[in-house]
Each structure stands twice: as C-alpha cells, then as structure tokens.
C-alpha cells in the first residue's frame, strides 16, 4: 500500500445513538473500515446490548466451571458493572464465582 492508501470510511465521523445489537455492530463495522465512531449513551441507560452480553458471559463462565456445585447465581449488569446474588457453598466457590464476572470485566474494559 501506498502511504496516500486510506481506509475506505477514513475521514468519516460516525456519531452511534443505538442501544440495541444491530447498532452497536454496525458501528464497530464502521470502525473497522477506518471511520472514527463516537458512541453516545444515554446517562443512567448506557448500552443494553453490551450489558446482556456481559451477563451471558459470566453465566456461561460459571455453568461450565465444574468447581462450582450449585448453579444458584442471579447475574445482573448495568452499566458495565455485574452485580453477582447468590449463596456460595464455600469460600472458594465464591472466589470463582467473582473471579469469573471480573475475567469478564477486565477483558471488556481492554477494547
């Protein structure tokens, strides 16, 4: 590639209001392709589709560990925070159960 080779959405500025899967994806394809996206979220609100995706996550962490017994957890995101109810069979059941909705945080919190 030339260094006059752009990327074919370069220059473009995406300004993303969505809330929901499809607009948050299409927005990331945009970024991809070279625009500079400015994502806006609602205060109190934020993102639905991420918090939804962040909570599958960490159930899915939790079904699959064979160290925890008893899948007695309600999982909760708002605003990137997980909120983890539940009564864990013993201390490190618990340091598991957290060290999982925290694998997950920290990984969002690197993109």
Known sequence: MSSAARWPLEGLRVLDLSIALTGP???ALMADQGATVVK????GIGDIARDRW????VRTRILTDGDIKDINYT???QNKVVYVLGIAQSQRELDRVL???RSVAIRLNRR
Do not use: G, K, L
């Open 25 to 27: 994806y299409a927005a």
């Open 40 to 43: 806006v979220e609602r205060p």
């Open 54 to 57: 962040i909570s599958a996550q």
């Open 75 to 77: 999982i909760d995101t």
């Open 99 to 101: 060290a999982h909705a």
